[in-house]
């Protein structure tokens, strides 16, 4: 009798939500990286899905008057090109005022004040004549050009040549490796405890394990922050400092640590431990030989989203680092650099994929230990 190979409606259902997932997830990112690498001034007037469109767009430009400009019949003649820094575009309309920048069309001659005529061409050639000596200042001039899709990498070369990225990211470097590895050490160290060992109170630890998860950062941040700097008085040691944010990613990531490798270790076959035990083996031994390889895959799914958290901390790393130059991480540096100019989307953007790059290459070399840590005991 054959079997019907036909899929069963929840199987569908479950590749329907994954591929939600998935195109939610990657539309946003895209849309990121279109954007990090567009025209400024494309990106401040339409979206990054219009990338590939021609995009109208509303400029200015000041006329350059030469110290001796040249003479026509007996005019003043002044002439270039209204677009700058090598763009090109369409040019469709143009005007001398604000207040009317598109009054006339390109390739029409606009009788404007004092005498004054001016004729900008579709690719963007003007003509101004005057029959009086152009003033030193020069005539600003507005038009409406339908501009290509442009595309550079000037974003990113002003973000990678700001001062002092380099010992931001290295700073950065040096709080998020001690972070990542110490949580998962003292963690490791109390889920076996709490799972194979017996003493008094362990389901008061448990619980208390899971009720810190609830606690919000926010809340015990300042707290915490007291507390360092009273005990870092009476030892002598300042209140800012590496130590202070190591301590801080720890205790915040503790919990969540101590939860997700209980779990893990606790579901290890029995047999294993007990016949260690029956050989002689002491608790640390059990748990340095056996339980510390086979945990390997938990220890690096933990260790990915400690990585990631705190690689893009910002908050805890201001509080306990300050604004010191020198100490200064990647995500507090890309903040400065933005500074008043928040709304410069191309800065945004293109610093956004810098900080992502080191998350990165952590999550791909590690994605194998986390889909086994993570898939570890569905099947039996």
Not at 116 to 143: C, E, H, Q, W
Not at 189 to 197: I, K
Request: aromatic content about 12%; charged content about 15%; some cysteine.
């Amino acid at each position: 009798m054959v079997q019907s190979s036909k899929r069963s409606p929840l199987t569908w259902l479950v590749h329907a939500t994954v591929l939600f997932l998935v195109v939610i997830w990657t539309i946003p990112t895209a849309g990121l990286f279109i954007s990090s690498i567009r025209d400024k001034d494309q990106l401040s007037v339409s979206g990054w899905w219009t990338a590939l469109s021609t995009s109208e767009q509303r400029m200015v430009t000041r006329v350059t008057v030469p110290k001796k400009p040249l003479q026509e019949d007996g005019l003043y003649v002044l002439t270039g090109n209204v677009f700058e820094d090598n763009k090109q575009g369409i040019v469709t309309r143009f005007g001398d005022s604000s207040l009317r920048p598109s009054e006339f069309e390109s390739g029409k001659v606009a009788e404007l004040k004092r005498e004054l005529t001016l004729t900008v061409l579709a690719n963007g050639d003007y003509k101004m004549t005057s029959p009086k000596a152009f003033s030193s200042r020069g005539k600003r001039i507005f038009y409406t050009a339908e501009i290509p899709p442009r595309f550079t990498l000037d974003n990113y070369r002003e973000v990678l040549g700001s001062e002092g990225l380099g010992k931001s990211f290295l700073n950065s470097l040096t709080v998020t490796i001690p972070a990542t590895i110490i949580p998962i050490l003292v963690a490791a160290f109390a889920a076996y405890a709490l799972a194979w060992m017996q003493f008094p109170g362990k389901a008061l630890f448990i619980a208390a394990v899971v009720g810190l998860l609830v606690v919000p950062l926010q809340m015990s941040l300042i707290p915490l922050l007291r507390s360092y700097n009273f005990i870092g008085d009476i030892f002598g040691v300042g209140s800012k400092g590496y130590l202070g944010v190591w301590l801080a990613h720890m205790g915040f990531g503790l919990p969540l640590a101590i939860y997700l490798l209980r779990n893990y270790i606790a579901g290890l076959p029995r047999e294993i431990i007990e016949s260690a035990r029956v050989d002689g083996a002491t608790d640390f031994d059990i748990f340095r030989k056996i339980v510390l390889p086979l945990s390997f895959p938990a220890l690096a799914s933990f260790a990915i989203f400690q990585f990631l958290w705190v690689w893009n901390d910002l908050l805890i790393a201001m509080v306990f680092l300050g604004n010191n130059p020198d100490e200064l991480v990647l995500t507090g540096r890309l903040r400065e650099l933005l500074g008043s100019r928040g709304g410069n989307w191309e800065i945004l953007t293109a610093s956004a994929f810098i900080t992502i790059i080191v998350p990165l290459c952590v999550f791909f070399g590690l994605q194998r230990f986390l889909v086994r840590g993570l898939l570890t005991g569905s099947v039996k």
